[in-house]
T-cell receptor
Framework: EADIYQTPRYLVIGTGKKITLECSQT?????MYWYQQDPGMELHLIHY???????EKGDLSSESTVSRIRTEHFPLTLESARPSHTSQYLC?????????????FGQGTRLTVV | GNSVTQMEGPVTLSEEAFLTINCTYT??????LFWYVQYPGEGLQLLLK?????DKGSNKGFEATYRKETTSFHLEKGSVQVSDSAVYFC?????????FGTGTSLTVIP
């Protein structure tokens, strides 16, 4: 059983608010990822980290930011939420030899900006 | 570059029918290949994996064989159940990054 947790599971928030989506893993994985999943199901990589103090932007441009101060924690922040940010956000992690073991996903946060 | 192409959905099958979801890939190097399953309102769960050519991954009655010569990793199940209704993603990894297909929605009707 993979141990990666996202909170909150669901969030409805007004336009202009600042929000932070939390992601934590207890597996000691060095690599962590944030994906945005559109209603058509496709996953888009928006941020990733290969270790503490390492963060990179992914393939899909996003107004969100991330930080990696601790190995187990990889929060995503939106400074000013907009309706276009409404989506499902999935956090994932992978460990040493990740290409063989696969990535493990949290349950996701469903964000609605009204 | 690296990419995954999987069968367009949605797929609707009757219970106990045979399932195939096609997946082909393009990769530099020697990728590992994965199938993930996503149930409604949930994250992705690793279903099975294969790390080298001719490996067969299997789990919960699902199987997929890593075919280097055809660059394919098709998902199969001999007899689907209603509980198999979900979205299935094919993926590859060549190192630090993962590349996902667009997902195939499967509905199994009683």
């Amino acid at each position: 059983e993979a141990d990666i947790y996202q909170t909150p599971r669901y969030l409805v928030i007004g336009t202009g608010k600042k929000i932070t989506l939390e992601c934590s893993q207890t597996m000691g994985h060095d690599k962590m990822y944030w994906y945005q999943q559109d209603p058509g199901m496709e996953l888009h990589l928006i941020h990733y980290s290969y270790g503490v103090n390492s963060t990179e932007k992914g393939d899909l441009s996003s107004e969100s930011t991330v930080s990696r101060i601790r190995t187990e924690h990889f929060p995503l922040t939106l400074e000013s939420a907009r309706p276009s940010h409404t989506s499902q956000y999935l956090c994932a992690s992978s460990g040493v030899g990740s290409s063989r073991g696969g990535a493990f996903f949290g349950q996701g946060t469903r964000l609605t900006v009204v | 570059g690296n990419s995954v192409t999987q069968m367009e959905g949605p797929v609707t099958l009757s219970e106990e029918a045979f399932l195939t979801i096609n997946c082909t890939y393009t990769a530099t190097g020697y990728p590992s290949l994965f199938w993930y399953v996503q149930y409604p309102g949930e994250g992705l769960q690793l279903l099975l994996k294969a790390t080298k050519a001719d490996d067969k991954g299997s789990n919960k009655g699902f199987e997929a064989t890593y075919r280097k010569e055809t660059t394919s990793f098709h998902l199969e199940k001999g007899s689907v159940q209603v509980s198999d209704s979900a979205v299935y993603f094919c993926a590859l990894s060549t190192g630090n990054q993962f590349y996902f297909g667009t997902g195939t929605s499967l509905t199994v009707i009683p």
